[in-house]
């Protein structure tokens, strides 16, 4: 006897969906739909259907993300695609975690709710651990290809990105009580035997009063308030993304635009170009041709260019500050130093030749680069022309615990100088603008073979500015002059998890101890 079901077949669609619902070629609506179709497959029959959700997700997961190491030399496993495949099995082996959770509640509980909301708590709070704990950060982080939907997005805001994996993962959930959803008895059309209205509203409640107790059911469901839940959401981010500040109702441009200043992002030599990382002059002469073009802030990508030792850094730094005094402009540096000890660095001067940020990178990529890690801590300084400018590199981005910062320092303008590789640049480029989105700063992102540009705080924002920057390039954009979007995220960090990680334990706790005192007695 086969224990083999005819919901078995759900495995192909979950591997195919699977296949373009995460990493470099994903499609949002695939995103969206992973997951019902998921719990659809696992909530029941044998156990064995978990299995199996490991062994397809792990395999659709790795396809996704197989290509994170190419153009990298590494030796080690952490460069190879072998890594990536374990990585994905480990992923999914915690994840399916959430899995056995949910059906646990689904065979021990009758309550609706509980079916509800426990999946999509544990499994928000499960992916928040994966994130802040692992050594990628929040590189692999669920629901990224959603960010295309910027109106649904735009929710970070207030509860960051988490509070988007809880919101589809709900949908999935009261996805599949649609079948509950009373709504055929709403539908059904009474027979009125009066034509007044008074009595034909008598009849109602006389002859069909059990729909008025069907219509409260069908509000009270949890398909309906979900779905009333993200009209809000849809709402919001309509309403932030489609109506700038100050523009309702109906404003003129001159009323509510703000000043915008020109300025410039050096892709430094990238993988294409390497003998040029060492040229200085190459690039300290790019970058005084756009001063001369009257740029007010030059910024470079990661490790646009490289010096020996700590005295051939002092030189950089002293002609990078006769340029930025010469021409009043300010500029954010980003070299690597060799010895004595590896460093990958940015430095930003102000238009006095100040130096206001000196900082080493915080988070080197795991397998990819070897040097210590900088402070985990973000500086800052105050600009005349920019307001409170920050700075951070590449991979920083993605590990919230540096990044939010920028809210306690109430950061308007965040520089990025980053260096990406293979098929990740767009990608990795819109995990990086998520932080925008979070924290409410204006973010200038500068990379090499990535995604360069001007990213506002609200997806949708008119003066968002991208391209898809080549090697040995510089680049122009229209910089907004506006002080930080004071958000909800910013204030409040992620309490969404701390609910979520709360309601899930109390309430899996609960069925437990109700189900080990009905066995006592």
Not at 45 to 67: E, K, M, N
Not at 461 to 490: C, H, M, W
């Amino acid at each position: 006897m086969t224990i083999l079901s005819k919901k078995d077949w759900l495995l192909v669609p979950l591997f195919i969906v699977g296949l373009f619902a995460f990493g470099y070629q994903a499609i949002p609506l695939f995103n969206l739909l992973y997951l019902p179709i998921t719990l659809a497959y696992t909530r029941h029959g044998y156990l064995y259907r978990i299995l199996a959700y490991i062994v397809i997700s792990s395999l659709s997961y790795y396809l996704c993300f197989i290509g994170s190491f190419h153009e990298v030399e590494s030796s080690s496993l952490l460069g190879s695609s072998f890594f990536i495949l374990v990585a994905s099995i480990g992923v999914q082996t915690l994840l399916s975690t959430t899995l056995l959770v949910d059906r646990y509640v689904l065979e021990h509980s009758t309550c609706i709710w509980q079916r509800v909301l426990v999946f999509p708590t544990a499994w928000t709070s499960l992916w928040y651990l994966i994130c802040e704990v692992g050594l990628f950060g929040d590189y692999i982080i669920f629901n990224l290809p959603l960010m295309n939907w910027p109106d649904l997005y735009q929710i970070s805001s207030m509860g960051g990105i988490y509070l988007v994996t809880l919101l589809v993962s709900l949908f999935a959930t009261v996805l599949l009580e649609l079948p509950n959803l009373p709504i055929k008895n709403i539908t059904r059309t009474p027979t009125f035997q009066s034509t007044t209205i008074y009595n034909s509203i008598e009849n109602i409640e006389v002859e069909d009063g059990s729909n008025i107790k069907h219509l409260t059911v069908f509000l009270k469901h949890p398909f309906t308030i979900i779905m009333a839940v993200m009209a809000a959401v849809f709402t919001y981010g309509g309403a932030h993304n489609n109506i700038p500040s100050g523009s309702f109702y109906q404003v003129g441009y001159p009323s509510y635009i703000p000043k915008v200043e020109p300025v410039g992002c050096i892709a430094g030599p990238g993988s294409t170009y390497p003998e040029l990382q060492l040229n200085t002059d190459h690039w300290l002469q790019k970058t005084e041709e756009l001063a001369q073009n009257g740029l007010k802030l030059i910024t470079w990508s990661e490790l646009t260019t490289m010096v020996p030792n700590l005295q051939m850094e002092e030189v950089l730094l002293k002609r990078a500050q006769a340029i930025a005094l010469k021409y009043s402009v300010y500029l954010n540096i980003a070299y690597g130093v060799i010895d004595p000890v590896g460093q990958n660095k940015l430095v930003f001067i102000d238009k006095y030749g100040k130096i206001g940020i000196n900082y080493n990178k915080a988070h080197p990529v795991p397998g990819v680069e070897t040097q210590p890690a900088g402070e985990n801590k973000l500086q800052y300084m105050d600009t005349e022309d920019f307001g409170r400018v920050s700075a951070a590199i590449c991979f920083d981005f993605n590990f919230r615990s540096l990044i939010k910062q920028a809210s306690k320092h109430d950061v308007d303008v965040m520089l990025q100088s980053s260096w990406t590789w293979g098929p990740i640049g767009t990608y990795l480029g819109q995990t990086n603008q998520i932080r925008a989105v979070e924290n409410g700063y204006t973010l200038l992102r500068c990379a090499s073979q990535g995604l360069s540009g001007v990213f506002e705080p609200k997806l949708g924002g008119i003066f968002n500015q991208k391209v898809g920057s080549l090697n040995d390039e510089a680049y122009v954009f229209n910089l907004p002059v506006q002080k930080r979007f004071n958000t909800v995220y910013g204030y409040l960090g992620d309490v969404i998890v701390l609910i979520s990680s709360a309601y899930c334990l109390i309430t899996v706790c609960s069925i437990f101890y109700y189900k080990s005192r009905r066995h006592q007695q």
